[in-house]
């Protein structure tokens, strides 16, 4: 989490995921600067910072920001990490949100952007890539090796020695057993208990998880 107060910072997306990184921003006294999101008029929340939806703008907030965190949640892990790579090539630095009553073991290593909500859980000598989402009391239990852009939900609980590729989304309240592998862009349904491997793109759901179709989204990367 940041601590200095003149960091220079812009959030790209101005919705849920935005409110909440905002508060807790200020909850370690830094405001945000910036903030940008080409499909809102206006913030889903009140801020300080200088808001537009025009990429004309974006350019001049890059220009002038230091650091960034992406603010795009939910199933669109490919996006959000996509965005932070662009953001990163202009030169501007990631940085991550971490709650402080969430408890990632010091034996866990992870990559940049990672939000991680309260009485989130990662154990012991798991790994994360960049841009993950944790939401409030999920738990990624030991040894567990999770890819870009995952995001898990609230309350899920991933078992130990368990394999997220990357883009994966794990949906509230989801049961992953121990030793499983989750293919890249698989969406795992909520309360969904998964009980064998998950081919890439497939969308699981129920107890036990089973198929039930392809997740095919698509997304326009004409950004910048």
């Known amino acids: 989490m940041l601590k200095q107060k003149n960091n220079k910072i812009l959030l790209y997306g101005g919705k849920s995921t935005a409110y909440i990184v905002n508060s807790m921003l200020k909850d370690t006294k830094v405001e945000p600067s910036y903030i940008f999101d080409q499909y809102?008029?206006?913030p889903f929340f009140s801020s300080k910072a200088k808001f537009s939806n025009k990429?004309?703008?974006?350019?001049?907030f890059i220009e002038k920001s230091e650091k960034f965190f992406v603010c795009i949640g939910m199933m669109d892990g490919k996006l959000r990490d996509y965005i932070s790579n662009l953001l990163i090539k202009k030169n501007l630095k990631p940085f991550s949100v971490v709650s402080?009553?969430?408890?990632?073991d010091k034996t866990v290593k992870h990559g940049h952007g990672l939000l991680s909500m309260p009485n989130s859980v990662v154990h012991k000598f798991s790994?994360?890539?960049n841009n993950c989402y944790l939401n409030v009391n999920s738990v990624i239990d030991h040894?567990?090796?999770v890819g870009h852009g995952v995001h898990i939900m609230g309350s899920a609980y991933i078992a130990g020695r368990v394999k997220i590729e990357n883009f994966v989304s794990v949906g509230a309240n989801a049961t992953i057993l121990p030793d499983l592998v989750l293919g890249e862009g698989s969406i795992i349904?909520?309360?969904?208990?998964?009980t064998k491997n998950v081919k890439?793109?497939?969308v699981v759901v129920g107890n036990p998880a089973r198929f039930l179709k392809k997740n095919k989204k698509t997304y326009n990367l004409k950004i910048f």
Do not use: F, M, Q, R
Not at 55 to 60: H, I, R, S, V
Not at 100 to 104: D, G, H, K
Not at 189 to 194: K, T, Y
């Open 55 to 60: 990429k004309t703008d974006l350019k001049n």
């Open 200 to 202: 890439p793109y497939d």
């Open 143 to 145: 040894e567990c090796v």
């Open 40 to 42: 809102l008029k206006e």
């Open 189 to 194: 349904g909520a309360g969904a208990v998964v």
């Open 127 to 129: 790994k994360l890539g």
């Open 100 to 104: 402080s009553s969430s408890n990632i």
